[in-house]
């Protein structure tokens, strides 16, 4: 039979090679299970009375290649500006090495999260490396294998500084005023759930506030001034007062260990250990504290133990912290995290080793040195005279600096009142700084990089000496052995090959987490008109991202049958806790803050009852059937004890372990039906 010019252009191959079964091997299944079809099959699992009458009209499939040519053409809408933003994002340069053999890699990137440490020995102990990176640069005992992103890490660090806090009666938390201000906002909204009073001041009043249960500090404020905030946390801990530090990982390779200093906790973003900003992210964010408060940090933590026969083995450890087992008593509702994204910052040291991180730091230090030497020489003022990588420049005519920045195809931070923000990072170069020069002072100003590194190099009082780190880093020897590419390509080869991922076979767990990424899928990622831009460049830089975000809502829109979608949450979990947060606000729109009952059935995922409780309501469980599925008769009885408070019913369909609720419109229809 004569095949058709559209059987020929095989739209549908890209789904047939993703997924895999042939239409003979589909036949064979189904012929085992005893169903005619697909469809058939389908209609026997998806409970009547759910099932749509038409399907979602998405648009007609794409063949791999057209698809991957209309995500370049998507991509070739974005600007690639040179971004010295700065605000905890940094442009990088991700090791070709990493990014080929693990980035690029489904023997790392389509293995299942690590409760089976049988089959996870190499991402585990990749993990183990970044905690020790961690413990390494913040000087405390214990580390987590990573959080979300830095501002939810400082949330996190709040609410494990209340945990923790022997001042039971107090209920403020202060954070100094240069924090990054996506930290504050983050921290403002899992305050409001918890109760919190949040103070923001000069860092210097501190001590000046009563009833503070924590404090937050960052090591080098949002506009780049170093502080040595030794002495403010002897005397706040003095009063009992836990204290949380944001630092960053480059900046700690020269400057003092806030542990060192007394701090209980230190956090913040992996991002430039390797990782490119893609507009925001996802990115690791690291988190440690003292050995005191370890039971009740937040997030995975890998630990060394010992397997059946005796030998030294990785494993997750102290789990009854954790969502997975705990629920709504949880430390957090913390899940699979940012491994990948922390196995690359993980990697990126061991790769450079501190020889070479050191190189990098000392380096992107210098040229901030030369670039601040030769404005103040032409008469700007620097804001700040402690700086690691971020000068706060004071400008005459901000418009004109800002108009030249931008013919230059360059981003500076502008929202500081009259002056810029510059941020170099380890992508700059001398050129670059010349370039800066020309920005900020014209091109006639007739500065010589040679000449102003030498005067740097003889007298550089830029980092206090108070703030020098005078202890070794990473002397483990993972950290000192791999520094060549092939000792680096045979290090993650050996890796890989302890965990079992999609690439050597099928893994029949079920999950969230268990999806194919295609190649297809995953090397647009590291393109860099979507891997090199910075969250806040101005949005017309980066029409290529709102155009995908935009038809991607749109899709799902289509798909889940609501009116509009949120695209910022960092992860399932913190998906639940944006659409808890929405319903807690639309009850207190309505005068009805006093709801907080969130029924959910006991076979739910661990993160929804931790969620819940992040959200600021009281988990009351609902039982369910020795087959999983929800009992009805106990969902109706509950939903009428709490009549006068209930604020939601959370169900997650399938369930935890793959079952289809065949009631589920008759559940959605228990409660006030708001």
């Known amino acids: 039979m004569t095949q058709t010019l559209s059987q020929l252009e095989n739209r549908g191959a890209f789904i047939e090679r993703h997924i895999g079964p042939d239409a003979a091997q589909q036949q064979e299944m189904l012929n085992a299970v005893g169903a005619e079809s697909l469809n058939a099959l389908t209609g026997q699992i998806v409970p009547k009375d759910i099932q749509l009458a038409t399907p979602p009209q998405v648009g007609e499939a794409a063949t791999e290649y057209a698809a991957l040519a209309e995500l370049k053409a998507i991509a070739g809408r974005n600007k690639r500006f040179t971004s010295y933003i700065g605000m905890g994002y940094t442009a990088v340069q991700l090791p ?138 002897s005397e706040l801990k003095a009063r009992k007062v836990i204290v949380s530090v944001a630092a960053d990982f480059m900046a700690l390779v020269l400057l003092t260990a806030p542990g060192k200093q007394g701090a209980d906790i230190v956090f913040g973003s992996a991002q430039r250990f390797g990782v490119p900003m893609g507009y925001g992210g996802p990115h690791a964010a690291f988190f440690a504290a003292k050995d005191e408060f370890k039971r009740s940090m937040p997030g995975r933590i890998i630990g060394v133990s010992k397997d059946a026969a005796g030998n030294t083995a990785l494993r997750m450890a102290m789990q009854t912290r954790e969502q997975h087992i705990r629920r709504e008593k949880a430390n957090s509702n913390i899940c699979t995290s940012q491994v990948l994204l922390a196995n690359i910052a993980s990697l990126y040291a061991v790769y450079h080793g501190p020889v070479g991180l050191k190189r990098i730091a000392n380096r992107i230090h210098r040229l901030t040195d030369i670039l601040a030497a030769g404005l103040q020489q032409k008469g700007l003022k620097l804001r700040h005279a402690h700086y690691f990588d971020t000068l706060c420049v004071e400008v005459a005519d901000k418009a004109a600096v800002l108009a030249r920045a931008e013919a230059a195809e360059i981003n500076l931070r502008s929202d500081i009142h009259n002056a810029v923000g510059i941020t170099l990072d380890e992508t700059t170069t001398r050129e670059n700084v010349a370039q800066l020069f020309n920005v900020l002072l014209g091109d006639s100003h007739g500065l010589n990089i040679e000449t102003l590194d030498k005067d740097v190099a003889l007298d550089s009082r830029s980092i206090q000496q108070s703030m020098l780190r005078d202890d070794a880093i990473l002397t483990h020897p993972v950290f000192n052995r791999y520094h060549s590419e092939t000792e680096m390509m045979r290090y993650m080869h050996s890796l890989e090959h302890k965990d079992l991922a999609l690439n050597q076979a099928m893994i029949p767990l079920g999950s969230c987490t268990m999806k194919l990424n295609a190649a297809a899928e995953m090397s647009p990622i590291s393109w860099p008109e979507f891997a090199e831009l910075h969250p806040f460049c101005p949005p017309e830089q980066a029409e290529g991202y709102h155009q995908m975000i935009s038809q991607l809502s749109d899709w799902l829109v289509k798909l889940t049958g609501y009116d509009a979608v949120c695209m910022q949450p960092n992860s399932g979990a913190q998906g639940e806790y944006a659409g808890l947060l929405a319903i807690r606000h639309y009850h207190e729109s309505r005068n009805e803050g006093h709801r907080d009952i969130c029924l959910i059935p006991a076979s739910a995922h661990g993160t929804n009852p931790a969620s819940a409780h992040m959200a600021g309501m009281q988990v009351v469980v609902v039982a369910c059937d020795k087959n999983g599925n929800i009992d009805l008769d106990d969902l109706r009885a509950k939903a009428e004890q709490h009549a006068a408070t209930l604020s939601c019913l959370m169900v997650t369909d399938p369930t935890t372990h793959g079952v289809l609720e065949q009631t589920l419109r008759d559940v959605c229809e228990v409660g006030p039906g708001w």
């Open 96 to 233: 070709p090495v990493i990014l080929r053999n693990m980035l690029e890699n489904p023997g790392w990137y389509t293995a299942y999260t690590p409760y089976q440490p049988e089959v996870s020995q190499g991402r585990l102990e990749a993990l183990l490396n970044f905690q020790q990176v961690t413990l390494d640069l913040t000087g405390l005992d214990m580390a987590s294998a990573s959080l979300l992103d830095e501002a939810t890490a400082a949330a996190e660090a709040m609410a494990m500084a209340k945990r923790v806090s022997k001042l039971k009666n107090a209920n403020r938390f202060f954070v100094a005023s240069d924090v990054h201000p996506q930290t504050l906002d983050v921290v403002r909204t899992r305050a409001e759930t918890f109760g919190f009073d949040v103070i923001v001041d000069d860092a210097a009043k501190a001590l000046d506030h009563q009833d503070v249960f924590g404090v937050l500090l960052q090591q080098v404020g949002s506009t780049g001034e170093i502080h040595d905030y030794s002495a403010l946390i």
